[in-house]
């Protein structure tokens, strides 16, 4: 079965550094990736996605994920922080034949002023 | 589309009632979601449909919880007796195979106070 280990429940970064949360998975078959956002009080929202196109993908505000597979990693990015980025982040992993998608316990991002 | 609907959005009961979370999913998806959201235990998979049926209910904690699906648009997630160790957020979501996978959309939640 697939699953994904986040790297780090909290993280903390000043306005404007590098965003850097760590990602990597489990899979006996092509996985498919995700990261989601979930901001105080709400739903988990998806942020991007890779599905076995390009291996850089780009998702809204910014960020963006590169899958390696030789590293089993799928780190998020974003170049420069912004305060509205902080939030819960989750990786999520399901595969090609079902939709059995298993999440990671969630990294919480702090934006330092 | 208005997204995955959930109601109520807050639910405060005493201990032994019984609590029923509803869901409508994104019209014209195949599969629904059951979650819960707790500090200790992070997001958990409770149940998911595919065309109504349950596929996989392993993670429906104990004989108190039960979900049903009557319809491609309802589910209902019901707990009875509640008890305050459930109280969590429970969030639906839904999704469909297109052609780039299997991504969920979430509903906003059900926060469930059990007292």
């Known amino acids: 079965a697939q699953s994904v280990t986040q790297l780090g429940s909290h993280v903390s970064v000043s306005e404007g550094a590098l965003v850097l949360l760590r990602c990597n998975y489990s899979?006996?078959?092509?996985?498919?990736l995700f990261w989601y956002v979930q901001y105080p009080n709400q739903g988990l929202q998806l942020l991007l996605k890779?599905?076995?196109?390009?291996?850089l993908v780009k998702g809204i505000n910014g960020f963006e994920a590169e899958f390696k597979k030789s590293e089993t990693s799928f780190h998020l990015t974003k170049p420069s922080a912004h305060m509205s980025d902080a939030a819960e982040y989750f990786c999520a992993v399901s595969d090609v034949w079902n939709n059995d998608m298993r999440f990671g316990a969630g990294t919480r991002l702090t934006v330092k002023p | 589309d208005a997204g995955v609907i959930q109601s109520p959005r807050h639910e405060v009961t005493e201990m032994g009632q019984e609590v029923t979370l509803r869901c409508k999913p994104i019209s014209g998806h195949d599969y629904l979601f059951w979650y819960r959201q707790t500090m200790m235990r992070g997001l958990e998979l409770l149940i998911y449909?595919?065309?109504?049926?349950?596929?996989?209910d392993s993670g429906m904690p104990e004989d108190r919880f039960s979900a049903k699906m009557p319809n491609a648009s309802f589910s209902t997630l019901k707990i009875q007796p509640s008890e305050p160790r459930d109280s969590a957020v429970y969030f639906c979501a839904s999704s469909f195979r297109g052609t780039s996978g299997y991504e969920q959309y979430f509903g906003p939640g059900t926060r469930l106070t059990v007292t």
């Open positions: 899979s006996s078959v092509p996985p498919y």
């Open positions: 890779y599905t076995s196109a390009a291996t």
């Open positions: 449909f595919n065309n109504n049926v349950p596929i996989d």
